[in-house]
T-cell receptor, first 109, second 113 residues
């Protein structure tokens, strides 16, 4: 089993749609969690950290479920500019960051 | 620009040659990381430094790979006797501390012919 698993997609959605991605992790000792966005042939950029209480940043909402060992990202009112690959990242502690392979999203007009 | 910078952005080399990449982290960050990313995969951890000390090396990092961070500032990653399988994007990231988010540079894309 991979340490961090994501549905690779692609997710093709129309503008204005709501889309959700899930990510599961295998190590119950994982300590911090993040979502990164990566555009084609560019570096990953931090989208948001994921807290146990859940957190929201504009149209983006992240949730963490430690009992079931999964993280989710919800994007509301999708924009064309949201088209990218979304990487789930889990920190196992001691700077041991593990990345998922990413979920590709395409938002169409 | 006060972000992470990497040089060169692209490198084409012939198999068997040595290559060296440079990373300049965000100045106040004491942690610096190297990753490798191939198409369709997430970044894979190679090694990291806290200040000038190299604290962790992945099993992916064969003895052909070496990294340094003299004086705890910029870092270099050298690959000796390159192989075609080394073709990838090499990403550098820095962080202000453990468990914190990491900030990535634009990467160096290596092509070994």
């Amino acid at each position: 089993r991979k340490e961090v698993e994501q549905d690779p997609g692609p997710f093709n959605v129309p503008e204005g749609a709501t889309v959700a991605f899930n990510c599961t992790y295998s190590n119950s000792a994982s300590q911090s969690f993040f979502w990164y966005r990566q555009d084609c042939r560019k570096e990953p950029k931090l989208l948001m950290s994921v807290y146990s209480s859940g957190n929201e940043d504009g149209r983006f909402t992240a949730q963490l479920n430690r009992a079931s060992q999964y993280i989710s990202l919800l994007i509301r009112d999708s924009k064309l500019s949201d088209s990218a690959t979304y990487l789930c990242v889990v920190n196992l502690g001691w700077d041991d960051m593990r990345f998922g392979a990413g979920t590709r999203l395409t938002v169409k007009p | 620009d006060t972000g992470v910078s990497q040089d060169p952005r692209h490198k084409i080399t012939k198999r068997g040659q040595n290559v060296t990449f440079r990373c300049d982290p965000i100045s106040e960050h004491n942690r610096l990381y190297w990753y490798r990313q191939t198409l369709g995969q997430g970044p894979e951890f190679l090694t990291y430094f806290q200040n000038e000390a190299q604290l962790e090396k992945s099993r992916l990092l064969s003895d052909r790979f070496s990294a340094e961070r003299p004086k705890g500032s910029f870092s270099t990653l050298e690959i000796q006797r390159t192989e075609q399988g080394d073709s990838a994007m090499y990403l550098c990231a820095s962080s202000p501390g453990t468990l914190n988010e990491q900030y990535f540079g634009p990467g160096t894309r290596l092509t070994v012919t």
